[in-house]
Structures are given as C-alpha cells and as structure tokens.
Antibody, heavy 127, light 105 residues
Framework: QVQLQESGPGLVKPSQTLSLTCTVSGGSISSGGYYWSWIRQHPGKGLEWIGYIYYSGSTYYNPSLKSRVTISVDTSKNQFSLKLSSVTAADTAVYYC???????????????????WGQGTLVTVSS | DIQLTQSPSFLSASVGDRVTITCRASQGISSYLAWYQQKPGKAPKLLIYAASTLQSGVPSRFSGSGSGTEFTLTISSLQPEDFATYYCQQLNSYLFGPGTKVDIK
C-alpha cells in the first residue's frame, strides 16, 4: 500500500519561500508510469493543482503558478519537494502531495489520475 | 480555457436515496474526467476515472457516465459514509470542478 506524507513548516512569512517535502513509502518513486504531484486547497475552497515531477526530474507546472514554483525529486530518499517563492496570504492553504497516474488506452493518453494522496498539511502565510 | 461546472452545488438527501451529480465542461473533453470524494479534514479519494472506470476498492454503488461535455456521478443507494463533497476533474488539464456537497436531509 502506497503512502504519502507531507512535511514542512506550518507558518511562512510573506515574501519568503514555502518549502514542503513528500515522503513516499510502500512503493518506489521511480516506478514507471507514475508522476508525483502537488495540489493545494484554500480554506473552505476547491482544489488547485500546482505541478508534477517524474522520477527522471522532468516537471510540468500550473501556468498560473509557474513563475514561483519549483518541484524537485530525491529518488535515493523516495521523496519529492515543493518550493513556492514570494508567498502572500493568498498562498495560505492545505497542501497535498499525490501520486499521479499517466497511462494510455484505446481512447488516448490520460494523466492526472490522483490515486494516492497524503493527508495534507496546512501552511499559513502570516507575519 | 476549459471551464467545469457542477450541479447542484449542494444537495440534501437521505440514506437509501439515489443521488446524481452532474459535471459540465465548456467544451468537449471526450472521456477525460475523474470524480473524487472528500470528507471534512481529509484528502480527496479517487472514485472514478476515465469517466466511468471504478477505482479499485470503491463500492459498486458509485458509477460514472458521460462523454464530451456532460458527465454524471451516480450513487445508487446513499450510505451514511457517503455524505461528503464531490469534485469532478478534467484529466490532462488538471482542472477541478467547484464541488458538490452532499448533506443529510
């Protein structure tokens, strides 16, 4: 059973960089076909995808956040990480990491199937 | 950009009811749609992907249908543990719908 666990500071000051790590257990982050995503949820609101990384290091980010986001991977530790720079109060949210399945079938190429999620961690941006 | 809408935004139902939630896309998205269930304080849980494929371990009372611009999530007989918020998601674009909260009548 794959498990994901987010870790990192729960409080970040405005203009600083938010840093979170997701540790994967019960499976290898280097498994083919699986990408690793970050998703956030503002308090009482819907879900916003931030970006993903493959174990090779290739990334793809939400265009609305791309200028401030960096996602990296450490296969030796079975971890991937998120950095979000120049944060404001609008970045206060619960941040989730998730396994992101990509696959082909007769209908086409699918990506963004989030089949395992971390429990989420609340990050508050405040001075 | 594709927009997703869900209806209703909120519904009140009783245990045993048949519940249907609709997700509409502003343009055709074939079968590139997933459904998630989220309970308060918990991470979302994948229910359905590729519009109608039931995720392993999800009860068969959940089903998904549709293609193109209109999709439905149906719960055939609502159980107490099904009271939650449900989100649709367009696969490939990673866009989520605004959610439908299912509450106890």
């Amino acid at each position: 059973q794959v498990q994901l666990q987010e870790s990192g500071p729960g409080l970040v000051k405005p203009s600083q960089t938010l840093s979170l790590t997701c540790t994967v257990s019960g499976g290898s982050i280097s498994s083919g076909g699986y990408y690793w995503s970050w998703i956030r949820q503002h308090p009482g609101k819907g879900l916003e995808w931030i970006g993903y990384i493959y174990y090779s290091g290739s990334t793809y980010y939400n265009p609305s956040l791309k200028s401030r986001v960096t996602i990296s991977v450490d296969t030796s530790k079975n971890q991937f990480s998120l950095k979000l720079s120049s944060v404001t109060a609008a970045d206060t949210a619960v941040y989730y990491c998730a396994r992101d399945l990509h696959y082909y079938d007769s209908s086409g190429y699918y990506r963004g199937v989030f089949d395992y999620w971390g429990q989420g961690t609340l990050v508050t941006v405040s001075s | 950009d594709i927009q997703l809408t869900q209806s209703p935004s909120f519904l009140s139902a009783s245990v045993g009811d048949r519940v249907t939630i609709t997700c509409r896309a502003s343009q055709g998205i074939s079968s590139y749609l997933a459904w998630y269930q989220q309970k308060p304080g918990k991470a979302p849980k994948l229910l359905i992907y590729a519009a109608s494929t039931l995720q392993s371990g999800v009860p068969s009372r959940f089903s998904g249908s549709g293609s193109g611009t209109e999709f439905t999530l149906t719960i055939s007989s609502l159980q107490p543990e099904d009271f939650a918020t449900y989100y649709c998601q367009q696969l490939n674009s990673y866009l989520f719908g605004p959610g439908t909260k299912v509450d106890i009548k």
